[in-house]
């Protein structure tokens, strides 16, 4: 029997490569003062694919997950997929934009790019303060990265992996630097490991169980660990992600609650709303209204 898909609660931007290039997996754009949005930008949505944007000179306000960041020069701003955007209004903007999906990611040869701080992005991060020397930097990188783009062939790929891999790898450790954590023991790889697979998987596995099954842990070991090591129950760590996801849906979405509960995995929209009252003190409701008037 076919089954049914819903549409998402919050519409999803597709990638669009360049037509003109071919790089079915990477695109890039530089802006000299245009205005540089989509048509629906200004309503909250995801795109389907990572986005890095180096800003030399831009002002205006955006939101990324409920939190507003006034753009400034010489920084970069950066999204996965899984992140929730919306921009205030279009400014001219004097910048650098890179697009990538999950497919160029998924390549063998670029797995040292999934592993990076920067693409796992577990501290749910948007911003890097860039230093004169990193803005040299950056801006040289870039330039490398566009002379191959504008350069196809044979060796075009490759090459554009090879300066996009550097690039990446110097922000993922301004990235550490600027969102620290300590050089992980066992334990806390366990933790990071668990932290990974409730991104991946939270909608879908609502027990602790169920994800130490994935680790090949035992259950009892698993939360004992997790606790230790962050100080919250295991379950506290996806009780906190379900949040995360309904917040940024409550506020973003037109969705029906009960809509907002399915996609989340709640076979039922009451034990949704129980489930978040308890977890907030409001309920999904009244916390949609709250949090809208931030917008009237």
């Known amino acids: 029997m ?3 898909s819903r549409p998402p609660v919050v519409p999803v931007h597709p990638f669009r490569p360049d037509a003109a290039v071919g790089n079915p997996w990477f695109t890039m754009a530089r802006s000299e003062g245009g205005l540089v949005y989509e048509a629906d930008l200004l309503l909250p949505h995801r795109k389907a694919y ?15 997950d409920g939190t507003p960041y006034d753009r400034q020069d010489n920084r970069i701003y950066f999204t996965n997929p899984s992140q929730i955007l919306v921009k205030e209004d279009p400014t001219p903007s004097w910048s650098t934009h890179l697009t990538f999906t999950n ?10 790019l999934r592993s990076l701080p920067l693409i796992q992005n577990l501290r749910h991060g948007h911003e890097l303060v860039l230093t004169s020397a990193d803005t040299t930097f950056v801006e040289e990188q870039l330039a490398r990265l566009e002379t191959e783009y504008r350069r196809p062939g044979e060796w075009q790929h490759r090459m554009l992996t090879a300066h996009l891999t550097v690039l990446l790898t110097y922000l993922s450790r301004l990235y ?11 334990d806390q790889r366990v933790l990071r490991a668990y932290q990974a697979k409730v991104e991946e998987c939270f909608r879908e596995l609502h027990e602790v169980g169920a994800y130490a099954e994935l680790l090949h842990l035992s259950a009892g070991h698993l939360s004992e660990v997790v606790k230790a090591q962050s100080g919250k129950p295991a379950i ?14 409550l506020l973003y979405s037109p969705s029906p609650l009960k809509e907002i509960a399915f996609d989340l995995g709640f076979a039922e929209p ?27």
């Open 176 to 186: 550490a630097e600027q969102y620290p954590a300590a050089e992980p023991s066992a």
């Open 2 to 4: 076919p089954t049914l």
């Open 236 to 249: 506290k760590h996806l009780h906190e992600r379900l949040v995360l996801e309904a917040r940024r849906l």
């Open 103 to 112: 497919e160029l990611l998924a390549l063998e040869q670029n797995a040292v």
């Open 270 to 296: 009451s034990y949704f709303g129980r489930f978040f009252k308890r977890e907030t003190g409001v309920t999904p409701a009244e916390y949609r209204s709250i949090s809208r008037k931030m917008y009237q």
């Open 50 to 64: 990572y986005l890095l944007v180096f800003v030399r000179h831009n002002r205006g306000r955006h939101w990324v």
